[in-house]
């Protein structure tokens, strides 16, 4: 039995170090946690599934990995101690436990084979395309269901009559709706003690006013721009811009805004809209706010690090799943975003090199 013991230990050993583990926020890990225990119980750890979209098998493969590892750690106690305690091997328990923990490992490690976890050390830009992408995208477009495609469905001024009449009751929650409206932010970027811990105000000498956070998915700095900062006009911005600013000048310093719970502000927002928009169907949400100040933002700047940088990307390739330019408008008073680590503009970059490539072919035809 020692023999099969080492085995086994040399099997979680191999498996286990292929994982590279990262720190995520601890309402992920539940979820993480959550979604392994289903796949575990329901016979099947495969993350990709006939008929799932791009998000779903990226969350059934996050949770799988991280699942796994902690299967793993829990098959290498007992191996450990049939390998290393000689009184115990011949105990039938421990036979038992032994075969038990070879089950597990029966079953991850075929999964291990299919899903190869991506090295932490390459931007997720420059990884080899998923399996979900190599089998011809089985569950349809990603983001179908996207907020981005409700924005033409609301009026052009949606969001300042949200601001009039959220302002208008007094309502309970108007800092945290006044950043929603102003930058593209997550609400999980709000609440305290997050990945985020809130978003933090400040007046610079010039009176502007700076509004700085990091990206939630970031995974303390790993991904995105580690933090992004906006700089706004708040007399020009006026609204929600001119609000904070007056919070921050009385508190004459610093101000963090915060929420203790992301689903207390959606929830509280979604009956904000129905009161605001009685005549939309649209629910709004955070995500909403969201699509919308993307879209704003792509009319405003353009093409550039503005708007990936303002989204906190690491990249401009994901800026397509976000609000379409013809739903934006352009802003006005926003003096600069910018990003501690600059997103990598690769659509740009290809975008002039082809006009360039067309433009001197258009000459030698000349």
């Known amino acids: 039995m020692r023999i099969e013991a080492r085995t086994e230990l040399g099997r979680a050993v191999a498996l286990g170090n292929r994982l590279q583990v990262r720190a995520v926020p601890k309402r992920s890990a539940e979820k993480y946690e959550r979604e392994f225990e289903r796949m575990w119980q329901s016979g099947n750890l495969d993350p990709l599934r006939p008929g799932d979209k791009f998000n779903t098998y990226y969350f059934r493969r996050a949770s799988f990995f991280a699942g796994a590892y902690h299967k793993i750690a829990e098959a290498l106690r007992p191996l450990l101690e049939a390998a290393r305690d000689p009184s115990n091997i011949e105990i039938e328990a421990g036979r038992r436990a032994l075969l038990e923990r070879k089950t597990v490992l029966d079953r991850i490690e075929p999964i291990m084979a299919l899903e190869v976890p991506g090295d932490l050390s390459v931007p997720p830009a420059k990884r080899p395309p998923s399996r979900w992408h190599q089998m011809n995208h089985p569950g349809g477009k990603r983001c179908e269901g996207s907020k981005k495609h409700v924005l033409g469905a609301l009026p052009r001024d949606w969001d300042k009559t949200l601001w009039e009449v959220a302002?208008?009751?007094?309502?309970?929650?108007?800092?945290?709706?006044?950043?929603?409206?102003?930058?593209?932010?997550?609400?999980?970027?709000?609440?305290?003690?997050?990945?985020?811990?809130g978003m933090l105000l400040e007046m610079n000498q010039a009176g502007h006013l700076l509004i700085t956070f990091a990206p939630a998915k970031s995974q303390e700095g790993l991904y995105g721009t580690k933090s992004t900062t906006f700089t706004l006009d708040p007399k020009v911005v006026g609204g929600p811009a001119l609000f904070l600013a007056q919070r921050c000048l009385a508190d004459d310093g610093p101000r963090v805004v915060s929420t203790v719970s992301k689903d207390a502000v959606r929830n509280a927002l979604k009956r904000l809209g129905k009161r605001a928009l009685p005549e939309i169907k649209v629910e709004i949400t955070p995500n909403v706010l969201r699509n919308q100040k993307i879209a704003d933002l792509k009319a405003t700047f353009g093409r550039g690090a503005e708007v990936p940088a303002g989204a906190g990307h690491g990249t401009d390739r994901t800026r397509a799943k976000y609000g379409a330019v013809q739903h934006g408008r352009k802003l006005e008073g926003?003096?600069?975003?910018?990003?501690?680590?600059?997103?990598?503009?690769?659509?740009?970059?290809?975008?002039?090199?082809?006009?360039?490539?067309?433009?001197?072919?258009?000459k030698k035809r000349e």
């Open 167 to 197: 302002k208008a009751e007094q309502w309970d929650k108007l800092e945290p709706l006044a950043v929603h409206l102003l930058t593209p932010v997550r609400a999980e970027e709000l609440v305290a003690g997050g990945g985020s811990g």
């Open 334 to 362: 926003y003096v600069s975003i910018t990003a501690a680590r600059p997103p990598r503009c690769e659509n740009v970059q290809r975008g002039d090199q082809l006009s360039k490539a067309r433009k001197g072919l258009g």
